[in-house]
């Protein structure tokens, strides 16, 4: 009873160790004590819905409840007022960002493409890409340019590929390249075939404003069909 008519004392005469009240304001840390020590945050409405952070082990644990069950947890931002939702652990441990940067974007068909000329044929355009396939995450994949540019640094997984129909003679290939034209990935095939389709898949690093495209090369022949059954996509891996 001492005890706690002591802290009501030290409250009441302007001590502000302690916290105890709504409204009630803390400055500085925040500093638990214990083997075992923990923060925890509960609703006091009897449903039993807290949230809990503690360490062990060298790792720090953030387990929310609602209930007897387990909760999801997200991060979330409010500039200005807005709830922003960036990333959910569900319940179940699942994992979604919904603001990741990704696209993809399916080939348009394009008949008689010269892949013999100097420096080969950039794809861009809606000669190229069906604009009204276009799904991505942010803005940035523009198809005009055919360019993906990384709004952030990070690996990011990279993904072409095509259909080529009517390759009579000499091979034909495309490349991923990067805006300094360096080669990311690349097929290659000297196959002369009616339908032959080429792969490209790969892990860049990426720095922000870093930008990636597709280019179509022809050793001999100049009038090769590109389908429309490819697609150029990609993700931030992290």
Do not use: W
């Amino acid at each position: 009873g001492d005890y706690l008519m002591g802290k009501s004392k030290d409250l009441a005469t302007g001590e502000t160790r302690f916290v105890n009240t709504a409204g009630d304001t803390m400055t500085g840390d925040l500093t638990i004590s214990s083997t075992a020590g923990q923060l925890k945050l509960t609703d006091t409405d009897g449903t039993e819905q807290n949230t809990t952070i503690k360490q062990s082990g060298g790792n720090v644990f953030i387990q929310a409840r609602d209930n007897t069950n387990n909760a999801g947890i997200v991060f979330a931002g409010n500039g200005g007022g807005n709830y922003s939702e960036h990333m959910r652990i569900n319940a179940s441990g699942i994992v979604t960002m919904p603001n990741q940067p990704m696209f993809r974007v399916r080939c348009a068909n394009n008949n008689n493409v010269d892949g013999t000329v100097s420096g080969g044929v950039i794809l861009a355009g809606t000669g190229f890409y069906q604009s009204n396939t276009l799904v991505q995450a942010g803005s940035h994949f523009s198809i005009s340019t055919g360019r993906f540019t990384a709004p952030v640094n990070g690996y990011y997984y990279l993904n072409f590929s095509n259909r080529l129909d009517q390759v009579g003679s000499g091979y034909v290939y495309f490349t991923i390249l990067d805006n300094g034209g360096g080669v990311v990935v690349r097929n290659l095939t000297n196959v002369n075939t009616t339908y032959q389709t080429l792969h490209c898949s790969a892990v860049h690093y990426m720095s922000a404003n870093d930008y990636v495209y597709v280019r179509y090369d022809a050793q001999s022949d100049a009038y090769v069909n590109h389908d429309s059954d490819g697609f150029f996509s990609g993700f931030l891996i992290g």
